[in-house]
């Protein structure tokens, strides 16, 4: 089994900064890429940022772009998202996605997390 895990959401205010982590575990063979999606109330789902694991290369909304950074602990299979100058409109619920393999000959699979709250209000 693997569980996807967040962490870190809460209220901050506008122009605050918020950090979100995220820890992938249990029968992990190899991680391609890990990311962070997001959910507003009414919404679809769309993606934040995503991180590849062979390259570490990033992708970036283009709401997000110059105001939020992911970055990955390789070692610890856990992904970051580093949250600043916030506005009202990045209130969601914030998931983790992980695509990996649980085995050598297993295909990649996603993975989500349940999700973290964060509400960017005054």
């Known amino acids: 089994q693997v569980q996807v895990v967040e962490s870190g959401g809460g209220l901050v205010q506008p122009g605050g900064s918020l950090r979100l982590a995220c820890a992938a575990s249990?029968?992990?063979?190899?991680?391609?890429?890990m990311g962070w999606y997001r959910q507003a109330p009414g919404k679809q789902r769309e993606l934040v940022a995503t991180i590849t694991s062979a390259s570490g290369s990033t992708n970036y909304a283009d709401s997000v772009k110059g105001r939020f950074t992911i970055s990955r602990d390789y070692a610890k299979n856990t992904v970051y998202l580093q949250m600043n100058i916030l506005k009202p409109e990045d209130t969601a619920v914030y998931y983790c996605n992980a695509v990996l393999k649980t085995g050598h000959l297993s295909q990649g699979m996603d993975y989500w997390g349940k999700g973290t709250l964060v509400t960017v209000s005054s």
């Open positions: 249990g029968s992990i063979f190899s991680i391609y890429a």
